[in-house]
Nanobody, 127 residues
């Protein structure tokens, strides 16, 4: 079983930045595909960003591209989400997902693409 641990959330003023991290407890014999989703209070969990199994492709929610950047460090079995120019509407619990298999493009932006999930980290943005 793979355990994912997120960190880096917190309180930030609008316009500020945060970097989220998610580390896997087990070094995969192959690799991981990673994703970030978020869930605001009273709303459904939504896709934020993903990075492919080989790291060659990145994906973003249309509304976030340009402000958020996903990256990975395979030596540390960690994925990052750099969030810049944060807005109050970015406030949510951010969840990390991982797959030990390549995720088909059709499911990259869906929760079904990722078998392992972290417990979430809270991001609060004050206006």
């Amino acid at each position: 079983q793979v355990r994912l641990v997120e960190s880096g959330g917190g309180l930030v003023q609008a316009g500020g930045s945060l970097r989220l991290s998610c580390t896997a407890s087990r070094r995969s014999m192959t690799n991981y595909a990673w994703a970030w989703f978020r869930q605001a209070s009273g709303k459904e969990r939504e896709f934020v960003s993903a990075i492919s199994w080989g790291g060659g492709s990145t994906y973003y929610a249309d509304s976030l591209q340009g402000r958020f950047t996903i990256s990975r460090d395979d030596n540390k079995v960690t994925v990052y989400l750099q969030m810049n120019n944060l807005k109050p509407e970015d406030a949510a619990v951010y969840y990390c997902g991982a797959s030990t298999r390549p995720v088909p493009p059709a499911t990259v932006r869906t929760r079904d693409g990722y078998a392992h999930w972290g417990q979430g980290t809270q991001v609060t943005v004050s206006s």
